[in-house]
């Protein structure tokens, strides 16, 4: 199962250009195959540096899982 979670101004009714390039993200990550799925995939058309942001983000949770001893939770895993 995929959940994808649309917010921001890409959201906005009347902007098409943006919904359609959230669209494309979706097929796109959808597409992908088990385990090369982002956890987290930005279309940032202002720039307002959320990649950088998200980087960061993810940087600090996976030294704290490392620092938890759980690595194994950083990878997925088929049920």
């Known amino acids: 199962m995929s959940v994808v979670l ?24 959808l ?12 279309i940032d058309d202002a720039h307002a540096g959320v990649e950088h942001v998200n980087d960061v983000a993810y940087q600090t949770r996976a030294d704290f899982v490392r620092r938890l001893g759980r690595p194994e939770l950083l990878a997925p895993a088929r049920s």
């Open 6 to 29: 649309i917010t921001g101004a890409a959201t906005g009714i009347g902007n098409l250009a943006a919904r359609a390039g959230v669209a494309a993200e979706i097929v796109r990550v």
């Open 31 to 42: 597409d992908l195959p088990f385990g090369d799925k982002p956890f987290r995939t930005v």
